[in-house]
Protein backbone atom coordinates (compact mmCIF):
# COMPACT_ATOMS: atom_id res chain seq x y z
CA UNK A 1 0.00 0.00 0.00
CA UNK A 2 1.53 3.70 -0.89
CA UNK A 3 1.00 6.37 1.76
CA UNK A 4 0.04 8.93 -0.80
CA UNK A 5 -2.82 6.61 -2.36
CA UNK A 6 -5.05 7.26 0.75
CA UNK A 7 -5.74 10.95 -0.35
CA UNK A 8 -7.22 9.81 -3.69
CA UNK A 9 -8.91 7.34 -1.74
CA UNK A 10 -10.48 9.75 0.31
CA UNK A 11 -11.28 11.66 -2.81
CA UNK A 12 -13.18 8.93 -4.35
CA UNK A 13 -15.16 7.95 -1.35
CA UNK A 14 -16.15 11.99 -0.70
CA UNK A 15 -17.72 11.19 -3.98
CA UNK A 16 -19.32 8.10 -3.64
CA UNK A 17 -20.91 9.42 -0.51
CA UNK A 18 -22.07 12.52 -2.06
CA UNK A 19 -23.38 10.59 -5.15
CA UNK A 20 -25.69 8.47 -2.88
CA UNK A 21 -26.57 11.54 -0.55
CA UNK A 22 -25.49 15.11 -1.60
CA UNK A 23 -26.26 15.90 2.39
CA UNK A 24 -23.96 13.24 3.73
CA UNK A 25 -21.24 15.10 5.28
CA UNK A 26 -23.62 17.99 6.07
CA UNK A 27 -25.61 14.99 8.01
CA UNK A 28 -22.33 13.48 9.65
CA UNK A 29 -21.10 16.45 11.00
CA UNK A 30 -24.25 17.74 12.90
CA UNK A 31 -24.66 15.41 15.94
CA UNK A 32 -23.07 11.74 17.05
CA UNK A 33 -25.57 9.61 17.54
CA UNK A 34 -24.34 5.95 17.90
CA UNK A 35 -26.30 3.09 19.73
CA UNK A 36 -23.03 0.77 20.52
CA UNK A 37 -19.91 1.09 22.41
CA UNK A 38 -17.55 -1.39 20.49
CA UNK A 39 -13.85 -2.41 22.90
CA UNK A 40 -12.31 -4.26 20.32
CA UNK A 41 -8.32 -5.05 19.27
CA UNK A 42 -6.24 -2.76 17.61
CA UNK A 43 -5.60 -5.91 15.34
CA UNK A 44 -5.25 -4.42 11.14
CA UNK A 45 -7.44 -7.75 10.10
CA UNK A 46 -10.33 -7.10 13.14
CA UNK A 47 -11.81 -3.33 11.27
CA UNK A 48 -14.73 -2.90 13.27
CA UNK A 49 -17.35 -0.98 11.56
CA UNK A 50 -16.53 -3.36 7.92
CA UNK A 51 -17.18 -6.64 10.19
CA UNK A 52 -20.59 -5.08 11.94
CA UNK A 53 -21.11 -3.57 8.66
CA UNK A 54 -22.18 -0.25 9.75
CA UNK A 55 -21.46 3.19 9.06
CA UNK A 56 -19.60 5.98 10.54
CA UNK A 57 -21.86 7.83 13.43
CA UNK A 58 -23.32 4.15 14.45
CA UNK A 59 -20.69 2.94 16.64
CA UNK A 60 -18.28 4.19 18.93
CA UNK A 61 -15.07 2.71 18.78
CA UNK A 62 -12.37 1.91 21.15
CA UNK A 63 -9.35 -0.33 20.35
CA UNK A 64 -6.22 -1.06 22.01
CA UNK A 65 -4.12 -4.58 22.02
CA UNK A 66 -6.09 -7.42 23.07
CA UNK A 67 -9.40 -5.40 23.97
CA UNK A 68 -8.98 -4.75 27.37
CA UNK A 69 -10.68 -2.72 29.46
CA UNK A 70 -7.97 -2.23 32.49
CA UNK A 71 -8.89 -0.06 35.45
CA UNK A 72 -5.92 2.31 35.93
CA UNK A 73 -6.16 2.81 31.79
CA UNK A 74 -7.35 6.45 31.36
CA UNK A 75 -8.22 6.29 27.68
CA UNK A 76 -10.36 3.55 28.06
CA UNK A 77 -12.33 4.68 31.45
CA UNK A 78 -12.78 7.72 29.49
CA UNK A 79 -14.28 6.27 26.77
CA UNK A 80 -16.91 3.85 28.87
CA UNK A 81 -17.66 6.96 31.11
CA UNK A 82 -18.32 9.45 27.81
CA UNK A 83 -20.17 6.97 26.02
CA UNK A 84 -22.54 5.70 28.92
CA UNK A 85 -23.17 9.37 30.65
CA UNK A 86 -23.03 11.64 27.74
CA UNK A 87 -23.70 9.53 24.22
CA UNK A 88 -25.87 7.10 26.41
CA UNK A 89 -25.23 4.34 24.34
CA UNK A 90 -27.59 1.39 24.89
CA UNK A 91 -25.00 -1.45 24.03
CA UNK A 92 -21.55 -2.14 25.01
CA UNK A 93 -19.67 -4.46 23.42
CA UNK A 94 -16.48 -6.25 24.17
CA UNK A 95 -15.32 -8.19 20.37
CA UNK A 96 -12.11 -10.58 20.81
CA UNK A 97 -10.28 -12.22 17.93
CA UNK A 98 -8.98 -15.65 17.57
CA UNK A 99 -5.27 -15.33 16.61
CA UNK A 100 -5.26 -12.53 18.72
CA UNK A 101 -1.12 -11.74 19.14
CA UNK A 102 -1.42 -10.47 22.40
CA UNK A 103 -3.16 -13.06 23.34
CA UNK A 104 -1.15 -15.59 22.51
CA UNK A 105 1.87 -13.85 23.45
CA UNK A 106 0.45 -13.66 27.22
CA UNK A 107 0.67 -17.51 26.88
CA UNK A 108 4.36 -17.16 26.37
CA UNK A 109 7.61 -16.93 28.56
CA UNK A 110 8.94 -13.86 26.99
CA UNK A 111 10.14 -10.25 28.09
CA UNK A 112 8.16 -8.00 26.54
CA UNK A 113 9.42 -4.55 27.85
CA UNK A 114 6.67 -1.85 28.02
CA UNK A 115 4.13 -4.71 26.71
CA UNK A 116 4.72 -7.10 30.36
CA UNK A 117 2.20 -4.56 32.62
CA UNK A 118 -0.41 -4.85 29.47
CA UNK A 119 -0.13 -8.21 29.20
CA UNK A 120 -0.23 -9.32 32.52
CA UNK A 121 -3.70 -8.79 32.37
CA UNK A 122 -4.04 -11.62 30.31
CA UNK A 123 -2.47 -13.38 32.63
CA UNK A 124 -4.49 -12.97 35.30
CA UNK A 125 -7.72 -14.16 33.09
CA UNK A 126 -5.29 -17.55 32.36
CA UNK A 127 -4.99 -17.32 36.42
CA UNK A 128 -8.90 -16.82 37.07
CA UNK A 129 -9.71 -19.77 34.49
CA UNK A 130 -6.46 -21.89 35.10
CA UNK A 131 -7.97 -25.14 35.83
CA UNK A 132 -10.49 -25.00 32.83
CA UNK A 133 -7.55 -23.85 30.72
CA UNK A 134 -5.14 -26.52 31.75
CA UNK A 135 -7.80 -29.14 31.06
CA UNK A 136 -7.74 -28.59 27.05
CA UNK A 137 -4.95 -30.41 25.53
CA UNK A 138 -4.83 -29.03 21.90
CA UNK A 139 -2.89 -25.90 21.92
CA UNK A 140 -4.97 -24.01 19.44
CA UNK A 141 -8.18 -24.74 21.35
CA UNK A 142 -6.53 -23.31 24.67
CA UNK A 143 -5.27 -20.72 22.91
CA UNK A 144 -9.04 -19.92 21.51
CA UNK A 145 -10.76 -20.74 25.25
CA UNK A 146 -8.01 -18.01 26.46
CA UNK A 147 -9.90 -15.73 23.85
CA UNK A 148 -12.78 -16.43 24.91
CA UNK A 149 -12.11 -15.83 28.52
CA UNK A 150 -10.49 -12.66 28.04
CA UNK A 151 -13.46 -11.29 26.40
CA UNK A 152 -15.32 -12.55 29.51
CA UNK A 153 -13.39 -10.80 31.80
CA UNK A 154 -13.48 -7.86 30.38
CA UNK A 155 -17.17 -7.57 29.86
CA UNK A 156 -16.65 -8.29 33.94
CA UNK A 157 -14.15 -5.42 34.12
CA UNK A 158 -16.90 -2.85 32.74
CA UNK A 159 -19.55 -4.09 35.28
CA UNK A 160 -17.05 -3.21 38.32
CA UNK A 161 -17.57 0.96 36.89
CA UNK A 162 -19.75 2.98 38.71
CA UNK A 163 -21.32 4.76 35.84
CA UNK A 164 -21.92 1.09 33.86
CA UNK A 165 -23.38 -0.33 37.33
CA UNK A 166 -26.16 2.89 37.53
CA UNK A 167 -27.00 1.96 33.66
CA UNK A 168 -27.58 -1.58 34.01
CA UNK A 169 -29.46 -1.23 37.08
CA UNK A 170 -31.59 1.77 35.69
CA UNK A 171 -32.31 -1.18 32.32
CA UNK A 172 -30.58 1.34 30.11
CA UNK A 173 -27.63 -1.23 28.81
CA UNK A 174 -26.60 -4.66 27.62
CA UNK A 175 -23.39 -5.70 27.66
CA UNK A 176 -22.27 -8.55 25.49
CA UNK A 177 -18.64 -10.21 24.32
CA UNK A 178 -18.36 -11.52 20.90
CA UNK A 179 -15.39 -13.22 19.34
CA UNK A 180 -14.54 -12.78 15.27
CA UNK A 181 -12.88 -15.55 13.71
CA UNK A 182 -10.38 -14.76 11.29
CA UNK A 183 -10.22 -17.66 9.21
CA UNK A 184 -13.93 -17.79 8.58
CA UNK A 185 -14.81 -14.04 8.78
CA UNK A 186 -17.96 -14.93 11.42
CA UNK A 187 -19.01 -12.92 14.17
CA UNK A 188 -19.50 -15.26 17.03
CA UNK A 189 -21.92 -14.17 20.35
CA UNK A 190 -20.70 -15.53 22.91
CA UNK A 191 -23.85 -15.22 24.84
CA UNK A 192 -22.56 -14.84 28.46
CA UNK A 193 -24.20 -15.64 30.87
CA UNK A 194 -23.56 -12.13 33.41
CA UNK A 195 -26.10 -13.43 35.65
CA UNK A 196 -24.46 -16.35 37.25
CA UNK A 197 -21.41 -15.10 36.86
CA UNK A 198 -22.16 -11.55 38.85
CA UNK A 199 -23.92 -13.14 41.45
CA UNK A 200 -20.62 -14.53 42.71
CA UNK A 201 -18.50 -11.52 42.25
CA UNK A 202 -20.65 -8.78 42.86
CA UNK A 203 -20.57 -8.50 46.25
CA UNK A 204 -17.08 -7.89 45.69
CA UNK A 205 -17.62 -5.04 42.82
CA UNK A 206 -20.98 -3.59 43.73
CA UNK A 207 -20.57 0.40 44.15
CA UNK A 208 -24.09 2.10 43.24
CO1 LIG B 1 -5.65 -9.04 18.79
Known sequence: MNIHSIFENNQHWIKEKIKQDKDYFKKLSAKQNP???????SDSRVPAEE??????GEVFV????ANMVSNNDLSAMSVINYAVTRLNVKHIVICGHYNCGGVEAAMQSSDLGILNPWLRNIRDVYRIH???????EDDDARFK???EFNVQEQCVNIIKT???QRALKAKKISISGWVFDLQTGVLIDLKIDFDNILEHIMEIYHIV
Open 51 to 56: LMGVQP
Open 145 to 147: KLV
Open 130 to 136: QEELNKI
Open 62 to 65: HRNI
Open 35 to 41: SILYIGC
Open 162 to 164: PEV
